[in-house]
């Protein structure tokens, strides 16, 4: 049997904007996806899950897969994409366990594709190198999605914050250290979705979509200088919402949670990752048990993220 685990993420600046090949900052957090596979003797994959909203599934890649709920389809991509890059494949018993809530916005679909892709990896015993792990990984978010960029999948392996510029396929590790609150509305939704909303709303729009995004990049460099010089991010990040808005991808839930923490002392506010309901974060270098308390007076969740500094791992 084979444990092993990745972390979600919070993206601190760039998203959407990322798709189009302007640069992203991105943190790992200390919540984790954990998968544990065991070879079966038949050629079926069953996975199972306490913490996701499907509970189990089975199939054999063999067959022609039915369509599978959301968050599962990841799980099959990264195997189909795995056993064909490592061209061997086997029967598997997988149980994934969530420390992050599905669809949120805080990077499960990339920890439990990066989770799954290291642990079909050992059981086959195979070493995988961490850049062929994020490869992959991004190849699974690709067929799902659709569009996707390199981030989530880059920060669910390498862990840290990374400054991930996928116009040339590079990315950095930033040495910083930041103070965030998360804030999450509860409402799923669904990435795949809404990165076509924004890919319809630019083809529809160019002249008016094309420079809120180069905008979103702009914002992304002047938040990587202030972060290595220590210095406040606060006033960059409710910009990067305020175009985030100008993309149509926040809503009234989540945007009252942006607003009500800077209300209460947080000093910069903006919806993380997709949009569309999941997550929003909130910078509190101070006021940190107050901007908790504003976002729970609103009846949502929110949660002290530290960032991690360990990406995907196997448990002992
Ligand atoms: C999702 O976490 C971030 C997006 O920019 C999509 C992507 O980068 O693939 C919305």
């Known amino acids: 049997m084979i444990v092993t685990s990745a972390p979600g993420k919070v993206i601190l600046f760039g998203e959407h904007a990322v798709v189009y090949g302007k640069p992203a900052l991105v943190g ?4 984790r996806i954990y998968v544990r596979v065991e070879r079966r003797k038949d050629e079926t994959i069953e996975i199972f899950s306490e913490d996701l909203k499907h509970k189990k599934t089975s199939f054999s890649l063999k067959n022609k897969t039915p369509q599978l709920p959301e968050e599962f389809e990841y799980v099959k991509e990264a195997l189909a994409i795995t ?6 494949s086997c029967g598997l018993d997988i149980k994934i366990s969530s420390g992050i809530p599905p669809a949120s916005g805080l990077g499960s679909s990339a920890a439990v594709s990066i989770a799954t892709i290291l642990a079909i990896s050992k059981s086959l015993d195979t070493n995988l190198k961490d850049k062929e792990i994020a490869r992959l990984g991004h190849k699974v978010e690709l067929k799902v ?6 981030t989530d999948t880059a920060i669910a392996t390498f862990g840290g914050v990374l400054f991930v510029e996928p116009s040339k396929n590079a990315f950095e590790r930033i040495d910083c ?3 965030l609150v998360i804030g999450y509305t509860g409402d799923a939704r669904s990435t795949k979705e809404l990165v076509k909303k924004v890919k319809l709303l630019k083809e529809r729009n160019p ?3 094309d420079p809120i995004i180069e905008d979103i990049g702009r914002v992304t460099r002047e938040a990587r200088k202030r972060l290595e010089k220590g210095e406040d991010i606060g006033e960059l990040m409710n910009k990067n919402h305020e175009l985030l808005e100008a993309l149509g991808v926040s809503t009234k839930k989540l945007s009252t949670l942006v607003y009500k923490a800077r209300e209460a002392g947080a000093m910069g506010s903006k919806l993380t990752g997709a949009g569309g309901g999941g997550s929003m974060i909130a910078y509190t270098p101070k006021n940190q048990e107050k901007v908790i308390k504003a976002i729970e007076d609103l009846g949502c969740m929110a949660l002290k993220a530290q960032i991690s500094k360990e990406g995907v791992r196997v448990e002992k």
């Open 28 to 31: 790992a957090i200390d919540k």
């Open 207 to 209: 002249s008016v979509i």
């Open 177 to 179: 250290s930041i103070s």
């Open 145 to 150: 999605q659709g569009a996707a960029s390199p």
């Open 83 to 88: 056993f064909d890059f490592l061209d061997k």
